[in-house]
């Protein structure tokens, strides 16, 4: 420990300035810089580069810019891994202000290790505003540097340095506190600082997350939050980059510039006074946060458990939402992970003992957890134990390693485990049962230092069931059923054997199985809002969009419909309800609040439209973005064993019998299984062919012409790109 506390004591002599740059800070009018800070660090290149005026017409800002800057940047042919891939941090119009909760997102751009093409990922923390502030709407990061660098952004005094540090331990918790020492002037200052950092697991896996801070006053500790899908760490740390770090002071309610204050006051206002008056009845987001999901997931058989077999577990309640409760310290003001955010979700658990690993016997404060970590490690594989969770957590995020990533491939591998796939020998020793949290943690630590099996463990579930039919001779469909993956992403938390449209939420998904993209299992299996083909399809279309929208712009979801009017639901009904129609007017006002653009509900969609559909022509350009691409393993969509259909018998059973008039008596649960497989995956086909006619794609997922034209990114490069898979 000792040691890792002076590690920037006994390098000095390594650490020598690359490169530094002097700009002007730059100004903020109407939530925009239209500069962008672009960084070589193969040829150690700082430049100021302006955003030209059609992208921002076109594009909004945010993600979208991000997006469309990393397609100019890299050919079809670039691997995650080239120089020329580049890492994009992103801000938006609306990202930094203050007067409404959830407005400090950050947005990061890149190609993935675990997809072969473009990522994207949201992240709170103070780093895009101060970057925003600083006189940026955009970092891009290209090039590789020859040892580890930190990168310094200091936006009161206008300069940019790039640090050589060779030799220092990556791992994000300790290197988080030492950098805001060394950053900071004094205690008060250290609220000015926001750090992106990592850890060895981002170098050693596919699974790589970025850490981004705050500083919690009240705490006086550095508090994270992550950008956690598809292997965004693992880009950073392969460009050599140990940390950005980013200094600002003087945010206020007027930095953003806004061309008209009061619509900000009056719609962050509105939603502060439902936060405070009704989260408690509603969610529970300023007690628990997310993991508040727990109960309702287990209730509704939604909660993953043993690799996505069932639904839920009599166990479950070990981990349930009062536990948390308990774990997480209350009424901390540092759970807002932006100024001004009333939802304080960022809730965090102090003084957690470790039990293993290099910080054993260590008091740390673990920043979580989220709902999708506790189902993961607990529910999915099978560990219901808080403290387990708690340390799988800690661990995840101080390696930089995504917890969905690394839970949902050790509940896999658990399964191959339980089949024989694998066996001891093949895993150096490991015991990987559904509930061994001793082999479990082992296997995190292994990943981490990319030893051992971990190594293997480390490369994601669509590289691992390629090694074990090649290598051992698996069966190829029987890996493909249970392996929950998607474009090479694995599934987050969430059973979706009767939610048909949340398959196509993960299936269709631009990225890969991620729920930030589409989330309708409530709408679609509980509360059956969107029962025909078309009514799934119009949500297909309508809030993928809309969940875009907050990543042009800056925005965190949350605030969104994690909270919503009183009489939300007496007022509109089916999904005009689920909409949430005030917060919709909300997002209006703060657009034309700060930018002076009125925009319509039909607008704001539109921006959106455009980028979704870039997004959807970058995974074309790549080699990807067909039909082929959208199907789901069949576990996603219904029971890959005998042990899973008997489960549910009763209603698998009744299902055969009343929707497709299988007549079940005498019937074996093998035969009974493909008469279900044979209509599940049918209706998967047609939803998608629903949902690709109403977003204007072909019958093979392929935007038309006609909608690249409507949506005015009909650039040369877009249509000859198009015309090729034209039929």
Same mark, same amino acid.
């Given at each position: ?6 590690? /920037?004591?006994? =390098? ?39 955003? *030209? ?35 994009? /941090? ?34 709170? @923390? ?6 925003? #502030? ?20 200091? @936006? ?195 003084? #957690? ?30 560990? #219901? ?26 509940? /896999? ?19 990987? *049962? ?18 051992? #099996? ?96 907050? =990543? ?100 698998? *059973? ?74």
């Amino acid at each position: 420990m000792e040691e890792n506390l002076s590690m /920037f004591e006994g =390098s000095k002599e390594n650490q020598k300035i690359l490169t530094s740059f002097k700009f002007e800070p730059g100004k903020v009018e109407k939530g925009y810089t239209d500069r962008r800070l672009y960084i070589n660090l193969s040829e150690n290149k700082i430049e100021e580069k302006f955003i *030209d005026l059609q992208v921002k017409e076109t594009f909004t800002g945010g993600r979208g810019y991000g997006i469309w800057y990393l397609w100019d940047a890299v050919s079809s042919k670039t691997k995650w891994n080239d120089p020329e891939n580049e890492i994009i /941090f992103c801000t938006g119009p609306i990202c930094g202000v203050t007067q409404y909760s959830g407005t400090g997102k950050t947005h990061v751009v890149s190609l993935s290790p675990e997809t072969s093409t473009v990522n994207d990922n949201n992240v709170g @923390g103070y780093f895009a505003p101060f970057l925003k #502030f600083s006189g940026w709407d955009l970092l891009e990061i290209q090039g590789k540097a020859k040892e580890d660098v930190i990168i310094f952004i200091d @936006g009161n005094k206008g300069k940019v340095i790039i640090e050589e540090v060779p030799g220092i331990n990556s791992d994000t918790y300790l290197l988080i506190e030492k950098l805001t020492e060394k950053y900071a002037d004094d205690e008060k200052d250290k609220r000015n600082l926001s750090i992106v950092s990592s850890g060895r697991g981002a170098e050693n896996t596919n699974l790589g997350i970025l850490n981004v801070t705050w500083y919690d006053v009240r705490r006086r500790k550095v508090r994270i939050k992550q950008a956690g899908r598809g292997g965004t760490g693992s880009v950073f740390r392969d460009k050599k980059i140990l940390a950005i770090v980013t200094k600002y002071t003087g945010v206020n309610a007027g930095s953003n510039n806004a061309a008209y204050p009061e619509l900000l006051k009056k719609a962050g206002q509105r939603l502060t006074k439902e936060i405070l008056g009704l989260d408690h009845i509603q969610n529970g987001m300023r007690e628990t946060g997310t993991v508040n999901l727990l109960d309702h997931m287990q209730n509704y058989n939604c909660l993953p458990v043993h690799n996505y077999k069932f639904g839920s577990h009599p166990d479950a309640f070990k981990i349930e939402n009062k536990v948390w409760h308990q774990r997480v310290t209350q009424n901390q003001a540092g759970d807002s992970c932006w100024m001004g955010c009333a939802m304080r979700c960022a809730h965090a658990v102090d003084d #957690f003992e470790l039990t293993t690993g290099p910080l054993k016997g260590e008091k740390v404060l673990v920043d979580g957890p989220e709902y999708e970590t506790a189902a993961g490690f607990g529910g999915n594989c099978g560990c #219901f134990d808080p403290d387990f969770i708690l340390e799988a957590n800690f661990y995840c995020d101080n390696y930089g390693m995504d917890t969905i990533g690394v839970s949902t491939t050790m509940a /896999f591998l658990m399964e191959c485990y339980e089949n024989n796939i694998i066996n001891k020998e093949i895993t150096g020793g490991l015991e990987l *049962d559904f509930g061994n949290t001793e082999a479990a943690l082992e296997l995190i630590h292994q990943m981490a230092e990319g030893k051992g #099996f971990g190594k293997i463990a480390g490369l994601g579930i669509r590289q691992i069931k390629k090694i074990l039919v090649e290598k051992y001779g698996a069966d190829a469909k029987f890996l493909q059923d249970i392996g929950m993956e998607c474009k090479g992403m694995e599934f987050s938390e969430y059973v979706t054997k009767e939610s048909l449209a949340q398959q196509g939420g993960y299936g269709i998904a631009n990225k890969g199985p991620q729920h930030d993209e589409s989330w309708l299992i409530f709408m679609d299996q509980v509360n059956n809002q969107i029962p025909t083909f078309k009514n799934k399809a119009e949500a297909l279309h309508y809030f993928p969009l809309f969940r875009t929208w907050f =990543s042009i712009v800056g925005l965190c979801k949350l605030p969104w419909n994690d909270i919503e009017p009183e009489d939300n639901k007496q007022k509109y009904h089916g999904m005009k309800a689920a909409k949430v129609p005030e917060h919709v007017e909300n997002y209006c006002w703060l657009f034309e609040g700060v930018t002076g653009k009125h925009l319509t509900p039909e607008e704001l969609i539109l921006q959106s439209e455009r980028v979704h559909n870039l997004q959807r022509l970058f995974n074309l350009k790549m080699g990807f973005g067909t039909r082929e691409h959208d199907i789901v393993p069949y576990r996603a969509v219904g029971p890959v064993t005998a042990e899973e259909y008997e489960s549910r018998k009763e209603l698998y *059973d009744q299902q055969l019998k009343e929707i497709i008039e299988f007549d079940v008596k005498d019937k074996t649960t093998e035969e009974k299984m493909k008469a279900l497989r044979d209509y599940r995956e049918e209706q998967y086909q047609k939803l998608c062919d629903a949902v690709y006619k109403r977003r204007g794609w072909d019958s093979n997922g392929v935007p038309t012409l006609e909608i690249i034209k409507k949506l005015k990114i009909d650039f040369s490069e877009v249509v000859e790109l198009v015309k090729k898979y034209q039929s």
